[in-house]
T-cell receptor
Framework: ETGVTQTPRHLVMGMTNKKSLKCEQH?????MYWYKQSAKKPLELMFV???????ENNSVPSRFSPECPNSSHLFLHLHTLQPEDSALYLC???????????????FGQGTRLTVV | GDSVTQMEGPVTLSEEAFLTINCTYT??????LFWYVQYPGEGLQLLLK?????DKGSNKGFEATYRKETTSFHLEKGSVQVSDSAVYFC??????????????FGKGTKLSVKP
C-alpha cells in the first residue's frame, strides 16, 4: 500500500462507547496530524506529532486522546463522545524540513464518525 | 494570526466554462500557498502549490499565481469538466509565523460542473 490509509472508513458509536481510529502512512514522513472536518466549520487541526512527539494540541477536549507509537502510525482514541463530535476525521502526514512542521501534507480518505 | 479567506460557494458552472476561485491570505511570515481538492467521499489531495512570490503553481489545467502585493492566490482553469466537481481548499503554511508552519485552511468552495 502507498500513501496514507485510515481505518475504519465509517464508524457509528454510542456516547458511552470507547473506540479508536487508526492511521498509517507509507511515505516515510516524520510528522502526522489529525484534522476534524464538519459541515459547519473549516478544517480544524486537532493534533500534531513531529518525530513521534506531540507538538501541538489545539485545545481539543480530553475525550479525544491521540497516540503515536512510531512515525508510521497514529491513533485517535475516543471515549464518551457527544453527538456534536460527529464529523469526518482526517489524518495527514508530511516531512518536516528545516523546522517547518507542515510544508506539504498528504491526507487519508478519512473516517466518517457518527455519534448516536 | 494567519488566516485564509476564500470565496463562498457553491459555484455552479457549465462544462467548458472558465473557473476562478478567489483566495486571499494574511500571514506574519513568508508563507507557502496551496490549493487542495476534495472529491466526494475522499480525503484532501494537493492540487498545486507555490512557495514564493510570483511563483505559479499548475496541475491538471489549474493554475494559481502567488501575488504578494495583493496577498492572493486565486485558482483558475480555462475549461472545466464534470470531473472537476469537488470542494477546493486554499491553504497556507507559514513556518515563521504564528501557525508554526502548520497548514491553515480556508473554508472550502464547492464546485459543481453541469454537462
Amino acid at each position: 500500500e502507498t500513501g496514507v490509509t485510515q481505518t475504519p472508513r465509517h464508524l457509528v458509536m454510542g456516547m458511552t462507547n470507547k473506540k479508536s481510529l487508526k492511521c498509517e502512512q507509507h511515505l516515510g514522513h516524520n510528522a502526522m496530524y489529525w484534522y476534524k472536518q464538519s459541515a459547519k466549520k473549516p478544517l480544524e487541526l486537532m493534533f500534531v506529532y513531529s518525530l513521534e512527539e506531540r507538538v501541538e494540541n489545539n485545545s481539543v477536549p480530553s475525550r479525544f486522546s491521540p497516540e503515536c507509537p512510531n512515525s508510521s502510525h497514529l491513533f485517535l482514541h475516543l471515549h464518551t463522545l457527544q453527538p456534536e463530535d460527529s464529523a469526518l476525521y482526517l489524518c495527514a502526514s508530511s516531512q518536516e524540513i528545516g523546522g517547518a512542521v507542515n510544508t506539504e501534507a498528504f491526507f487519508g480518505q478519512g473516517t466518517r464518525l457518527t455519534v448516536v | 494570526g494567519d488566516s485564509v479567506t476564500q470565496m463562498e460557494g457553491p459555484v455552479t458552472l457549465s462544462e467548458e466554462a472558465f473557473l476562478t476561485i478567489n483566495c486571499t491570505y494574511t500571514a506574519t511570515g513568508y508563507p507557502s500557498l496551496f490549493w487542495y481538492v476534495q472529491y466526494p467521499g475522499e480525503g484532501l489531495q494537493l492540487l498545486l502549490k507555490a512557495t514564493k512570490a510570483d511563483d505559479k503553481g499548475s496541475n491538471k489545467g489549474f493554475e494559481a499565481t502567488y501575488r504578494k502585493e495583493t496577498t492572493s492566490f486565486h485558482l483558475e482553469k480555462g475549461s472545466v469538466q464534470v470531473s472537476d466537481s469537488a470542494v477546493y481548499f486554499c491553504a497556507l503554511s507559514d513556518p515563521g509565523g504564528g501557525s508554526q508552519g502548520n497548514l491553515i485552511f480556508g473554508k472550502g468552495t464547492k464546485l459543481s460542473v453541469k454537462p
